[in-house]
């Protein structure tokens, strides 16, 4: 039965895309502009069982871009703050559970950092679909390995600004279909410039990119997208690629 909460969200999905949406289990690792905005749409879109991995506290300059992050929140864990967000926003049959720690290869582990390790490993082993949206190259590509290596369907998303070169873009990638060509030292992190709206932008893409594999009786898996603007702000590119 479809609540008033889901009502026009399944007129615009249809009722076997909700049950879906409903049944499965999403594992988000990385809880800033990205991942904390994405885990906001599950919410929104009748998702129920969320599970959230972030080892970073709320600063200041997370508040341009992720929502359901305030003043009241520097300096709080971001992924207890955004569980307690979500809760907010539909508590009813939602399951949030969240992870204070990050993600790091075991042979670079500390002995006494083993078991947070082997727990995240089974968060993302018992997901149904995993999103990767931490900061670095370097733990973004290790997720990847461990995902493709354990054949979990999992998404992955960057955004990537530097006003000076006149740089704006985004990539959206699903994957194992297509793993993303990035070099090691494009990072997404403290250093790069940001702003909502190509932030949300890229969420939307992403979450759109999510349903297109979760359809059923879809067409064409749509699996990458890149797009670029110039620096008045004007897409000069836009790849997109299906199978």
């Known amino acids: 039965m479809i609540d008033e909460f889901n009502d026009r969200t399944c007129k615009a999905l249809g009722f076997k895309l909700m049950e879906r949406l409903r049944s499965q289990s999403f594992c988000i690792i990385g809880n800033g502009g990205i991942g904390a905005n994405f885990a906001e749409m599950l919410v929104r879109s009748g998702a ?17 871009r992720t929502f359901g992050f305030t003043e009241l929140d520097i300096e709080s864990r971001k992924a207890k703050t955004l569980r307690k967000w979500l809760e907010t926003i539909q508590p009813d049959g939602l399951s949030v559970t969240e992870m204070v720690a990050s993600f790091r290869k075991l042979d670079e582990t500390l002995p006494a950092d083993r078991g947070t390790q ?6 993302i082993d018992c997901a149904d679909f995993v999103l990767i949206a931490t900061d670095t190259n370097q733990s973004r590509i290790a997720i990847e390995e461990y995902c493709r290596e354990k054949k979990v369907q999992y998404a992955s998303c960057g955004v990537y600004v530097d006003a000076n ?34 932030v949300m932008e890229a969420t939307s893409v992403l979450f759109s990119m999510m349903l297109n594999y979760m359809s059923p009786g879809r067409g064409k898996l749509w699996t990458r997208y890149v797009r670029t603007y110039d620096k008045d702000f004007l897409p000069i590119n836009t790849i997109i690629e299906k199978i």
């Open 118 to 123: 082997n727990s995240i490993r089974l968060w």
């Open 48 to 64: 129920t069982r969320i599970r959230l991995i972030d080892g970073s506290m709320v600063e200041r300059s997370n508040l341009n």
């Open 165 to 198: 070169e006149g740089v704006f873009e985004f990539e959206c990638a699903l994957n194992p279909v297509t793993p993303p060509d990035r070099s090691d030292d494009q990072d997404y992190g403290p250093e790069n410039a940001s702003y909502a709206a190509i």
